[in-house]
T-cell receptor, first 111, second 116 residues
Framework: SQTIHQWPATLVQPVGSPLSLECTVE??????LYWYRQAAGRGLQLLFY??????ISSEVPQNLSASRPQDRQFILSSKKLLLSDSGFYLC??????????FGEGSWLTVV | AQKVTQAQTEISVVEKEDVTLDCVYE???????LFWYKQPPSGELVFLIR??????QNEISGRYSWNFQKSTSSFNFTITASQVVDSAVYFC?????????????FGTGTLLAVQP
């Protein structure tokens, strides 16, 4: 069966510090991968998605970037965090055209 | 433009009551998918159901049931005999078929609190 894991689960970082959140999927090949952010107020916003290695599409302009160095690995990064980057980050996967499944999420607090 | 509206921000019920969570969507696509996800306090989004635009049959899964009506662009979710474990934020989402990517547009969620 397919599983998705992301880490770290919780992160407290100072303003201006770098960020790296990692996500891996097991049990499937060539999945679509996604990064969502959930800010206060519960809204879920799609940040990035990827249909293959090295292929990244950004949905909104922001202080973050994403990379997909391997088929089942998706990384969310920032060189310098802002206070507004605080939130709950969710990695997700799907096989083309099917249901999107989410990871456990990572809580990021920028102080 | 695609949009999902969950007008109910918070609902509070007493255990064993039935509760319906409303979802209204907007899309110009003729082929699309509708979803419900549950987000318990732990934060993980748990997939509950997917419906495609060509299948208007209602579905029942245990205490959960879904009513899809294209005429009113609604996809409502009913929990029968609610339990405390049902307390969570519930999200309705829409995805239009097209290309290789399945991007979800989420509603703002409904916080359901089931009191013992």
């Amino acid at each position: 069966s397919q599983t998705i894991h992301q880490w770290p689960a919780t992160l407290v970082q100072p303003v201006g510090s770098p960020l790296s959140l990692e996500c891996t999927v097991e049990g499937t090949s060539n999945p679509n991968l996604y990064w969502y952010r959930q800010a206060a107020g519960r809204g879920l916003q799609l940040l990035f998605y990827s249909v293959g290695i090295g292929q990244i599409s950004s949905e909104v302009p922001q202080n973050l970037s994403a990379s997909r160095p391997q088929d089942r690995q998706f990384i969310l990064s920032s060189k310098k965090l802002l206070l507004s980057d605080s939130g709950f980050y969710l990695c997700a996967w799907s096989v083309h055209g099917n249901t999107i499944y989410f990871g456990e999420g990572s809580w990021l607090t920028v102080v | 433009a695609q949009k999902v509206t969950q007008a109910q921000t918070e609902i509070s019920v007493v255990e064993k009551e039935d509760v319906t969570l409303d979802c209204v969507y907007e899309t110009r696509d003729t082929t699309y998918y509708l979803f419900w996800y549950k987000q318990p306090p732990s934060g993980e989004l748990v997939f509950l159901i997917r419906r495609n635009s060509f299948d208007e049959q209602n579905e029942i899964s245990g205490r959960y049931s879904w009513n899809f009506q294209k005429s009113t662009s609604s996809f409502n979710f009913t929990i029968t005999a609610s339990q405390v474990v049902d307390s969570a934020v519930y999200f309705c989402a829409l995805s239009a078929r097209g290309g290789a990517t399945n991007k979800l547009i989420f509603g703002t969620g409904t916080l359901l609190a089931v009191q013992p």
